[in-house]
């Protein structure tokens, strides 16, 4: 379409808003009536904990808790698993991909410009539009031209699909924390197991002595006639199951430095690497005030399936504004000839501008999108109700685990303490002569088990320690980390669509 003057350009814009304006009339067709969804988001008013989860005035565990359970060590381990584990090297290429989203969402917000060039070299027909002399001549069809396109977004289609873009994005640096959080208490678990392996194996190996002594000591008295057979086989059967407990623990503890390593993301051999840990003196942990409101953004998968719900929410936005007419402008201007030296010649000049319009009257395609939108929220929101739920499912058993670990460590250390006195008062009564040695060591191999009972508990509680920092989010905060649903999306828009254009 050649114009040779902008008195010409005003037909084309007439018709520009006399087909919009038709375009809203005969839209009325195309209807989202009746599709709507019925889901509704839980609050944390809705869950009733205050016995459960009293307020004791603690503070939420901060971003160093690995550093207060087992020093430089323990932190060392925690940072170079966030730093090569591959699971989050996963979640930062879908935080990169998220982003990314975000960026095209914003471009399609802002006017499209490019530049076309082309040239076509072709013998032209005869019996074409082209006449004589240049029907029958070969020659070059060449075209330059600047192109400008415009979606006029009268309904908002790309603002709803950059809300759901950057709604996703936040999931994703959400999910990203989680993925760390599961990362760094898993490597601290896994190094209170060790510690607890090691320190089993010591009491083991004491056992073993013991046992060994036991075993010569009632072969000696059955030799003399003071002891039976069943006695030296009682001590060999005893004997032998420490020694295959043994080899198990130095299986376990192999096996641990393997999963250390694997978790750091390096070879087998890193694990052989890794200092032989201790366990951590007890710290007792109180819980913070406004649970479980202060979950919602302290749980990083919480704060990422409320943001899952923003973008769903989005993508209806979205699909309901394809239920109205769809208004692009296009444009362009440049030069066309056949043959190149009269190419860049003002005859040569080339402009023209229209309308493109999208008019949905009868499309059950659009109601059938606009459902599986709907659907879709909805199972955002349920997955949002469920992870709140297990959120304080998860604190609450940590907690009630706690306190009967406690209870259960001062038990058992009274049990501890008595097998000390009991070995202690054969030692004495052997150093008298009032008994031999079987006693006493009879005495000590009860001491060292019930020891290892109480090593077993100490780690349970530093193990339920982790868990309890986990599961109050291990340090996460949404609003430091701008991901609390009360930042508005109007500051992230606009940042979003300078960077794009």
Not at 59 to 65: E, F, H, K, L, V
Not at 176 to 205: E, P
Not at 348 to 363: K, N, Q, R
Request: glycine share 8%.
């Amino acid at each position: 379409m050649k114009i040779s003057s902008s008195q010409g350009l005003r037909l084309p814009l007439r018709g520009l808003l006399t087909a919009g304006c038709a375009a809203v009339l005969l839209s009325a067709c195309a209807s989202f009536k009746g599709i709507d969804t019925s889901a509704t988001m839980q609050q944390s008013s809705d869950y009733a904990s205050a016995t459960s989860l009293p307020q004791q005035g603690g503070q939420w565990p901060d971003a160093s808790w690995a550093q207060s359970i087992g020093g430089a060590q323990l932190q060392a381990l925690v940072d170079e698993a966030i730093a090569g584990n591959p699971n989050l090297q996963v979640a930062a290429a879908r935080v990169a991909g998220a982003q990314a989203a975000a960026d095209v969402a914003a471009a399609s917000a802002r006017p499209s410009w490019s530049a076309n060039a082309s040239s076509t070299y072709q013998r032209y027909t005869e019996n074409g539009i082209i006449p004589p002399p240049l029907g029958g001549e070969y020659k070059s069809d060449n075209q330059l031209t600047l192109n400008f396109s415009y979606d006029f977004d009268f309904w908002g289609k790309h603002a709803a699909e950059l809300r759901s873009a950057l709604s996703a994005g936040k999931a994703a640096q959400a999910e990203q924390y989680n993925a760390r959080l599961m990362i760094s208490t898993a490597v601290a678990r896994a190094w209170i197991q060790l510690a607890r392996q090691y320190g089993q194996l010591d009491l083991n190996q004491e056992q073993l002595k013991a046992a060994a002594e036991i075993q010569r000591l009632t072969q000696l008295r059955f030799k003399v006639g003071l002891g039976t057979q069943s006695e030296n086989q009682q001590t060999t059967q005893s004997l032998a199951s420490l020694r295959a407990e043994n080899a198990q623990l130095n299986e376990a503890i192999a096996l641990t430095r393997n999963q250390l390593a694997a978790l750091l993301g390096k070879g087998p051999d890193r694990g052989l690497q890794i200092e032989r840990p201790a366990l951590p003196s007890e710290t007792a942990i109180a819980l913070p005030d406004a649970l479980p409101l202060g979950l919602i953004g302290r749980r990083p998968d919480i704060v990422a399936a409320r943001w899952h719900v923003e973008a769903a929410q989005g993508d209806i936005d979205a699909a309901r504004t394809l239920f109205y007419p769809n208004v692009n402008i296009m444009a362009f201007a440049g030069f066309s000839s056949l043959g190149l030296t009269n190419l860049l010649k003002s005859s040569s000049g080339i402009v023209g501008v229209g309308p493109a319009i999208y008019l949905p009257i009868f499309d059950r395609s659009l109601r059938a999108n606009l459902k599986g939108r709907v659907a879709s929220y909805d199972g955002s929101v349920a997955t949002y109700n469920q992870t709140l739920t297990e959120a304080l499912h998860d604190v609450a058993d940590q907690v009630q685990s706690l306190r009967a670990a406690t209870l259960q460590s001062e038990q058992q250390q009274l049990a501890t303490q008595a097998s000390a006195n009991s070995f202690r008062l054969a030692q004495q009564r052997e150093r008298v002569g009032t008994t031999n040695m079987l006693p006493v060591l009879s005495a000590q191999m009860t001491m060292l088990s019930q020891r290892r009972i109480d090593l077993d508990s100490r780690a349970r509680r530093s193990d339920l320690r982790i868990t309890l920092i986990k599961a109050l989010g291990g340090g996460f905060d949404a609003q430091a980390q701008g991901l609390d649903k009360d930042n508005s999306n109007s500051t992230t828009v606009s940042t979003s669509v300078r960077s794009a254009s």
